[in-house]
């Protein structure tokens, strides 16, 4: 699978991606923009966004709804976004939680799209993406059927659900014919390597940038957690 210039596929060095999630939606784009240059600047391969309707946010409890109504972007303002991202250097994507943002003029400047492990359990919504035509990356979880997303174009990481994880739970499938790569919900940079060194095609990990606010501060790395991560890959997948 390609994402820009980027190939995904076994053998190919690990593709770190840097989930921003929700952390930087409550000031203007600017600063989103900002926090996005430096997740490449310190090494990710790619940049996930999440786009979250707090209409249609099933799984919100209450302070949850608030904060997502509180930091909503218009269908405009992630226009000009996505439109903007054409200039990084690296793919910027996003985590799409609902229809509104398959809009054909949005959808169009999508690298790739990634189906959330909420999303798997809305079928509609995951047809609908996968018949997008882009590359999609979906997370699931040990209880999710992996047969429906054994189709081309698309990467399937394993997650585990907990946020965080904490480090005595976690687990490290083995990478290959089902699982392609991780997403992860915990720091432990020891468990990213081990990763990567069981051949992970993708590593999906939570990032915060300056002035980063919402819940998964508690679990999202630095952009100096970044960079080190960054550099542990080049140094397990370089030519010996």
Not at 219 to 237: M, Y
Request: charged share 20%; aromatic share 10%; with cysteine.
């Amino acid at each position: 699978m390609k994402i820009g210039d980027h190939i995904i596929e076994g053998g190919c060095r690990t593709a770190i991606i840097a989930e921003l999630g929700t952390l930087h939606l409550h000031k203007n784009s600017k600063h989103l923009e900002d926090v996005v240059q430096d997740c490449i600047n310190a090494g990710a391969d790619f940049v996930k966004i999440q786009m979250i309707n707090w209409r249609t946010a099933w799984w919100s409890n209450e302070i949850q709804l608030k904060r997502y109504k509180e930091i909503e972007w218009s269908i405009e303002k992630w226009n000009a976004f996505f439109n903007l991202s054409q200039h990084f250097s690296k793919p910027v994507f996003p985590s799409v939680f609902d229809e509104w943002y398959l809009s054909t003029g949005l959808v169009d400047m999508y690298p790739a799209i990634k189906v959330a492990n909420k999303v798997v359990s809305m079928p509609y919504l995951s047809n609908r993406i996968l018949a997008s035509g882009k590359p999609v990356i979906v997370s699931l979880s040990m209880s999710d059927r992996v047969k429906p997303w054994r189709v081309p174009n698309v990467k399937i990481q394993f997650v585990q659900t907990q946020y965080p994880t904490e480090d005595k739970d976690l687990i490290l499938p083995c990478f290959g014919e089902v699982y392609h790569g991780l997403s992860i919900h915990s720091e432990n940079l020891r468990a990213m390597a081990a990763s990567i060194m069981m051949g992970a095609q993708t590593l999906e990990v939570h990032v915060q940038g300056k002035d980063a606010s919402g819940p998964d501060t508690k679990f999202a790395l630095t952009l100096k957690q970044l960079e080190r991560l960054v550099k542990i890959r080049d140094k397990i997948t370089s030519p010996i």
